[in-house]
């Protein structure tokens, strides 16, 4: 009977790891109204932008207490879930913390991860709003494993709700991005296809990114924090067209290809 059992057991589930996209909200503030406030000012014109996508919450960079300036700032784990939950995320664990932020993250229904702690990035991200720093404003990063060269290539066609991320290098998509789709890079973007979902280049604040699409129908294109939605029509001469797109200050200008 015992073997029998063990064996309709193995038919029914398996254990196995996993490697999943996710998000790593890097706080660097523990003051949830200026988090909040940041939050805001950056998906205003993109509220559903994560469709209830897992988030971790990544403790490794928050700065020290503002009152005592000693340690990590206490933080109120549940407040925090709920704040991003309102933008459309799951919060489902907490890494980077030390022992009291780990407690309380347990108390508050999250797990701990032993995900490596993300490292600080290379250059400060712009400002997502006139009265918010790029030491106030969170990192919002998609992890998802890519070739040892740091290029990744794309040969299929990209539903809604797919997302691939390039980190550390450029991504080169020769199918359509559809509408929904995203296309994430820490470098370049590349889509030898009609690009009609969201493109982000310089992910990590790469403000020489670009990006560059055979078909410009895009429905969010953004470079090291600075984005810009369908909401705002592409002009005429690279609407649907050979153009690309780059940053000149704070600014995303498009140009057409010849």
């Known amino acids: 009977m015992a073997d029998v059992s063990a064996a309709r057991t193995k038919a029914v589930f398996e254990f196995k790891s996993a490697t999943l996209p996710l998000i790593a909200v890097i706080l660097k503030t523990a003051d949830l109204a200026v988090l909040a406030e940041a939050l805001d000012a950056q998906l205003a014109d993109s509220p559903d ?22 340690g990590p700032a206490e933080l109120d784990f549940a407040a925090l879930r709920g ?32 995900m490596p702690v993300a490292p600080a990035p290379r250059a400060p991200a ?50 359509v991005v559809s509408f929904g789709a995203e296309v994430i890079a820490d470098g370049n973007v590349h889509v030898y296809a009609p690009l009609r979902g969201k493109a982000i280049a310089g992910a990590r604040g790469n403000t020489e990114a670009r990006i560059f699409s055979t078909c410009m129908e ?41």
């Open 49 to 70: 932008f994560f469709e209830q996508e897992p988030v971790v919450i990544d403790l490794s960079q928050l700065q020290p207490d503002e009152e005592s300036g000693e």
């Open 83 to 114: 704040l991003l939950a309102r933008h459309q995320t799951q919060p489902i664990a907490v890494r980077g913390g030390n022992d009291a932020q780990n407690a309380a993250a347990r108390a508050a229904g999250l797990s701990l991860t032993a």
């Open 126 to 175: 712009p400002p997502a709003a006139p009265a918010t720093t790029a030491s106030e404003a969170p990192q919002i990063v998609r992890e998802v494993p890519v070739p040892a060269n740091g290029t990744l290539l794309i040969d299929k066609p990209l539903r809604s709700g797919q997302q691939v991320y390039a980190r550390g290098g450029d991504v080169v998509v020769t199918a």
């Open 218 to 258: 895009a429905q969010l294109v953004a470079i090291a924090g600075i984005y810009r939605t369908n909401e705002v029509p592409l002009p005429d001469p690279v609407l649907g067209k050979p153009a690309q797109i780059r940053l000149d200050g704070k600014k995303l200008v498009i140009d057409a290809i010849p």
